[in-house]
């Protein structure tokens, strides 16, 4: 409802049979967070999480929608159909997933609340990281502050992810962090699936 505040979108060759925007919650609905797209036996989504950065009553409304997105994540995975959902979760996981972790132990997107939640769905949900179970290495990030030399310096955060079902996520090929253009604070994050629809 607010111009040029968040958005996500979706881009596809295959038309779906169904465009959900929203995950129900007039709070978030309301801010563009959401958008799924649904074939018989796979949804894809985008997201956008709030950022936590900018104030406490910012990191109060993302904690809001990390716990009405969980039960949504649950209802998503037992619906049939695999999940491959996408897009600025504004949280680092591991202390791999940022350059300068000790520094940012009590700030949004490191701290232990927040990893822990991103922490449940790995290992209690059954979500996969697909970029992480492809790519192992240190210092592949997607987000760097617009202050000082981040990007120069690759002083990031990897907070974009691909969160997938197991089944899919077996048939993930390749990963790539898009950085030859730099158009933004976040850089993409793709994934190639070898999933017939």
Not at 50 to 60: C, D, F, I, L, Y
Request: glycine residues 8%; negative net charge; proline residues 5%.
């Amino acid at each position: 409802e607010k111009k040029g505040y968040s958005g996500v979108g979706l881009y596809t060759r295959h038309k779906p049979e169904r465009v959900i925007i929203g995950f129900g919650n007039d709070e978030f609905d309301a801010e563009g967070r959401y958008v799924e797209v649904q074939y018989p036996h796979l949804a894809v989504i985008s997201v956008y999480v709030p950022s936590g950065s900018s104030s406490e009553e910012r990191q109060m409304a993302k904690f809001r929608f990390m716990e009405a997105f969980l039960p949504h994540l649950l209802e998503l995975k037992a619906s049939g159909r695999e999940i491959v959902l996408c897009g600025d979760v504004n949280i680092a996981h591991k202390e791999i997933d940022i350059k300068n972790w000790k520094g940012n132990l009590k700030n949004s997107g490191f701290l232990p609340e927040e990893r822990a939640w991103i922490g449940e769905l790995f290992d209690n949900h059954g979500y996969v990281d697909v970029f992480r179970q492809l790519d192992p290495r240190p210092e592949q990030y997607t987000w760097w502050s617009n202050r000082g030399q981040a990007y120069a310096k690759n002083v990031g955060w990897r907070i974009d992810y691909h969160l997938t079902t197991a089944k899919i996520a077996a048939t993930a090929r390749a990963t790539s962090i898009y950085k030859d253009e730099k158009f933004s604070d976040h850089a993409p994050l793709s994934i190639d699936y070898d999933f017939p629809l």
